[in-house]
């Protein structure tokens, strides 16, 4: 009788547990679901290397007198 008991219990036991992991899904889905100012966020001003044309962040490019660079290696090469 005492091992039905502890039975029920480790039951009961596991199924607060799943019905807890559950709702802190649920949960966390809401929070990763309304920010919609992530991707404005995540957006960087791109801009085109003159000598390449690779595009790259607007923090990374070089500025030069004709526009913007990759690299200081392209800068010289476009302006010398
Ligand atoms: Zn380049």
Known sequence: M???L???LVLVG???FRLNRRSERRG???QHTPPAEKPAAM???MV???QCDVHLPQADAIAGK???YCSLEHR???ES
Request: proline share 0%; aromatic share 4%; hydrophobic share 55%.
């Open 14 to 16: 596991v199924w607060l």
């Open 28 to 30: 966390l889905d809401r």
């Open 48 to 50: 085109r290397c003159r």
């Open 2 to 4: 005492k091992i039905a």
């Open 43 to 45: 957006a960087l001003d």
């Open 76 to 78: 010289q090469r476009a």
């Open 6 to 8: 502890v039975l029920a």
């Open 66 to 68: 004709q526009g913007v």
